[in-house]
């Protein structure tokens, strides 16, 4: 049974360490209220609560508290005695204390200032089994110890507030309130749409530089721009645009066989070659120029 919890003390532990980042030195802020039951119960939290966390703890109380146990009288006297073995971390209510419910309330939800406590136990080290670690100048967050229920109840309602109580001699580690978990719910939910986000950005920017083909490929292909067209080959290509304007005017290579001439211009002279005369024409000019000859032929016959 007291395995199980244990278990269930530590399960709660960590849930606030991994959503809300409490760390180990723990520092609880026990009121009248808590030192009482535990006087009752005989549980000396001093020895009990690092077993629990498993790990460093320091107990506080406050001006306050210790101001309204003491004003309730002898039934409290044990009480006081307890309180007064913790360490004193001083509140802002010193000139006129009030009530100790919300002097915790006031103290919780927030991280405070270290303080050297006037208190006499302040150098008796507050977990023996588990060495607390230096850490001397961080900010000191509370758990409330108390077994207030009204005062419970409002603490419930301040979102990453652990809870610590008695129930009987064992001490009880609140589960999360409904409000806890909501935030924890939203904190991880605003994780992740940052790392999404941040993905989303690296996506675009290995886009931008790289591609959408792998990096070597593309060092290929930049390669090649940089190394631009090969002058000698643009050339190259400009002297096959000449020669294939000129030939389909030359009607390809038919005119370029019968072209026997050597040297001048072949352009020009292919084109003239073209312009052919008709059989019949050429009938016709062969017979005008034989009656030609032949009127010529006569008249020097007559003489
Ligand atoms: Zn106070």
Redo the contacts with the bound molecule.
Sequence with gaps: MKIKRHKKFQKNVKYFMKHFDWKAPFHILADGTVAKAALDNKVNLRDQLPKYFDNAVKLYT????LVEAESLGPELYGAVQVLKTFLVYK????EE??S?A???K??VGQKLAPQKSKSSNSEVPESPDVPAPSRSNDPIRFIPATQDHYLRKQLRQLPGTPLLYLNGPAPHFERPSLVTQEVAKDKSVKKLEVITYQKEILDRMKDEAFGDSPLPERKGTKKRKRAGPNPLSVKKSKKKKTVLTLIPGASTSQNIGNNNSPGGDRGVKKKRRRVRIPKHVKQELATFKRQQQQQQATPKAVE
Excluded: D, G, L, Y
């Design positions: 406050t001006p306050c508290c509140c802002p209510h010193s204390s009030i100790a919300h002097c915790v006031s103290m």
